[in-house]
């Protein structure tokens, strides 16, 4: 695990301006963001054409754009990494909805097709979607989601990273499936 005052600085002197600091953060945050992207890698179909590593790449250069990010603390960051995650296989699955209508269709063989149905691809969005009118309400509920569903950490793990008491996650873990599931309805099998 990274040192946490040197990632700390390192963030603060990238929120300030200082684009050095990004350079420096990459390798102490990068077993961790493997981990992450593992997490909601495992959640994709086997035959997905983003890997581990073009995931965390794709992420982080999303994060590289913010032109003065604040992050509260490592935390923050983590949560933010795992969220940009969540948005490239987001886009990645609106794409493939949008190849499903018929835009850029392309001939292909049919063992060359990969396994992302429409009905899987319209599950993600509508969970998108319910997440995002979840942070709107309490966005430490959405942040539990995100760390605990798509970056597949533990109770402990998402409690050491928020500072909070490990029952804490558990009481919002379990309030959010529950008002997840009563949004989706039928609308997605992912929330267990």
């Given at each position: ?14 929120g300030?301006g ?29 035959s997905?054409?983003?890997?581990t ?6 992420a ?6 913010q ?18 995650m ?59 989601v ?47």
């Amino acid at each position: 695990m990274e040192d946490f005052g040197e990632l700390t600085g390192l963030l603060a002197a990238w929120g300030d301006g200082d684009p050095a600091a990004l350079d420096d953060i990459l390798p102490l945050v990068f077993e961790e963001l493997r981990k992450i992207a593992k997490a909601h890698m495992r959640k994709e179909s086997p035959s997905h054409t983003l890997q581990t590593t073009g995931l965390i790449n794709e992420a982080y250069l999303k994060l590289a754009a913010q032109r003065h990010p604040e992050f509260k603390n490592r935390g923050h960051f983590f949560a933010i990494a795992s969220k940009m995650m969540r948005r490239v296989l987001l886009d990645h699955a609106k794409g493939k909805l949008r190849d499903k209508r018929g835009g850029g269709a392309v001939h292909v063989e049919l063992e060359d097709i990969h396994v992302l149905t429409k009905e899987r691809s319209e599950e993600i969005l509508a969970l998108d979607e319910a997440l995002d009118r979840l942070s709107a309400v309490d966005p430490m509920k959405c942040t539990i989601v995100e760390m605990r569903h798509f970056g597949g950490m533990t109770v402990e793990e998402t409690a050491k990273v928020l500072n909070v008491a490990p029952i804490t996650v558990m009481r919002h873990w379990n309030f959010a499936k529950a008002w997840l599931r009563r949004e989706l309805g039928n609308k997605c099998s992912e929330i267990d």
